[in-house]
T-cell receptor, first 116, second 113 residues
């Protein structure tokens, strides 16, 4: 079946531009996560949705970062006034549910953002 | 101190070698533990979960020591296709839920012919 998809796969932005990154989770997956992976580092948690509710946004680095999932399916991560330090791979992951034992998070291929 | 720390690597080993990865975590309340594999310019994929009793999947063996807050991964008879970055991952949830993954920096393994 189809996995998690993300678009665009690559994005080059000039400093100060706004960008929007899209994530299509696996159909029926309740939970959706965004992670940021800088070069040479492991992914770092940004934010988490359960259906349309954003239950944790503690990892968002600044108020320039905003995420939404209005209908509980597709999610968009928006970065306003991009800075060079925003350059990273943005990974989206989804899992079936949150409660009980661990539910595997399936990752999308990521969007590689380069801010010039 | 980082929440999850791994061997810095990189590891370069010949085919057939046995290689061990070590990881420590700082949050004693952590609930679940995993090893993920990430190929170059690809997304992370779950390799295996790690249990206190230890678990094995073919050539891969994972161990967890909660008292020492230590996790390990052993790869026996390494193959060229094992070349990848291995990420130690800890799950810490809020209010009993378990959703937020905390990743180590990763250790790059290159298996040479």
């Amino acid at each position: 079946g189809a996995g998690v998809s993300q678009s665009p796969r690559y994005k080059v932005a000039k400093r100060g531009q706004d960008v929007a990154l899209r994530c299509d989770p696996i159909s029926g997956h309740v939970s959706l996560f965004w992670y940021q992976q800088a070069l040479g580092q492991g992914p770092e948690f940004l934010t988490y949705f359960q259906n349309e509710a954003q239950l944790d946004k503690s990892g968002l680095p600044s108020d320039r970062f905003f995420a939404e999932r209005p209908e509980g399916s597709v999610s968009t991560l928006k970065i306003q006034r991009t800075q060079q330090e925003d350059s990273a791979v943005y990974l989206c992951a989804s899992s079936l549910e949150t409660s009980g034992s661990h539910n595997e998070q399936f990752f999308g291929p990521g969007t590689r953002l380069t801010v010039l | 101190r980082k929440e999850v720390e791994q061997d810095p690597g990189p590891f370069n080993v010949p085919e057939g070698a046995t290689v061990a990865f070590n990881c420590t975590y700082s949050n004693s309340a952590s609930q679940s533990f995993f090893w993920y594999r990430q190929d170059c310019r690809k997304e992370p994929k779950l390799l295996m979960s790690v249990y206190s009793s230890g678990n094995e999947d073919g050539r891969f063996t994972a161990q967890l020591n909660r008292a020492s807050q230590y996790i390990s991964l052993l790869i026996r008879d390494s193959k060229l296709s094992d070349s990848a970055t291995y990420l130690c991952v800890v799950n810490k949830g809020r209010g009993g839920s378990n959703y937020k993954l905390t990743f180590g920096k990763g250790t790059l393994l290159t298996v040479n012919p």
